[in-house]
């Protein structure tokens, strides 16, 4: 919906993963990239500095387009939440920046792990660039919601199934917005959706898949992982298609990490991760 925010790397641009070495060594060994509970991220504003962005976009079009249409809107919102739950895996642009390095990769003793951009985006995912400039996202929502009142005010059927879907996916794209103090981590955000399904009196999530290398893929099974006492959902995706591809390029050592560049290049070429360059972090930290 937010499409200023899809990603469209160049053909041979790289994203870098953060992560410390159990993850590094789970990801190479089992060659899935994990997307996690976005309500589990490190930044406790993920979804909400989005939806903050929102409620300012709807404050200058009050006049514009009135409190109903505004209204309709935020109610689709709020029950995004009962449809779908946004799972993300947060790549960066840059892979060696000393901030996320303290942040994401065990203070500095982890990897950060260069990716083929084009073939991540193959993944039964959506990828957003992150805007960290307040103004800019106030502004695309603007945009979007323009573009919905001008669109529904020819609609003979009001608040249908096209606008409510339009409208989810405005709710699921706000994840692309973050608070300007993060501006350094040059995020590229890969996001997929879980769904909720009926279960006796409850709700229980499940993943329809989607459409990855041009098929259509079965869901992966929803696990779970403890995250400050609370079951945190997850799912792992297979990154190379059954070994058609190889999507690592890189692998980044961290700065307080000691280990010779020899022996990841070992693991690497030992698992079937071939022709990788490895190189040691520039960043000065001890």
Not at 32 to 61: P, Q, V
Not at 64 to 70: M, P, Q, W
Request: proline letters at 3%; aromatic letters at 12%.
């Amino acid at each position: 919906m937010l499409t200023s925010r899809v990603y469209k790397p160049k053909d041979d641009e790289i994203i870098y993963h953060y992560c410390d070495a159990n993850a590094f060594l789970s990801i190479c060994s089992n060659k899935k990239i994990r997307f996690s509970d976005i309500f589990s991220m490190n930044d406790f504003f993920e979804m909400h500095w989005g939806y903050s962005i929102w409620e300012k976009a709807a404050t200058e079009l009050f006049n514009e387009v009135g409190r109903d249409f505004l209204d309709k809107i935020d109610e689709v919102i709020h029950k995004s939440g009962l449809y779908g739950l946004v799972i993300t895996s947060c790549f960066s642009l840059d892979g060696d920046v000393l901030s996320q390095w303290r942040a994401y990769a065990d203070d500095g003793t982890g990897y950060s792990i260069g990716f083929k951009a084009k073939d991540l985006i193959k993944l039964p995912i959506r990828p957003l660039k992150i805007s960290y400039n307040e103004q800019e996202q106030i502004n695309e929502v603007i945009k979007v919601v323009k573009a919905l009142y001008n669109v529904e005010n020819k609609e003979k059927e009001k608040y249908g199934s096209d606008f409510r879907m339009l409208c989810y996916e405005l709710a699921y794209d706000l994840s692309a917005f973050k608070n300007p103090s993060f501006i350094e981590e040059k995020e590229i955000r890969l996001i997929h959706i879980l769904d909720f399904e009926k279960s006796n009196d409850f709700l229980k999530l499940v993943d329809d898949g989607g459409e990855a290398l041009g098929k259509e893929v079965k869901g992966e099974p929803v696990l779970f992982r403890i995250r400050d006492n609370i079951p945190s959902p997850y799912i792992d995706l297979d990154f190379i298609n059954e070994g058609n591809i190889n999507p690592v390029k890189e692998v980044i050592i961290g700065p307080k990490n000691n280990v010779l560049q020899s022996a990841i290049s070992i693991f690497l070429e030992t698992i079937g991760i071939e022709a990788v360059k490895i190189k040691h972090s520039r960043s000065s930290y001890r």
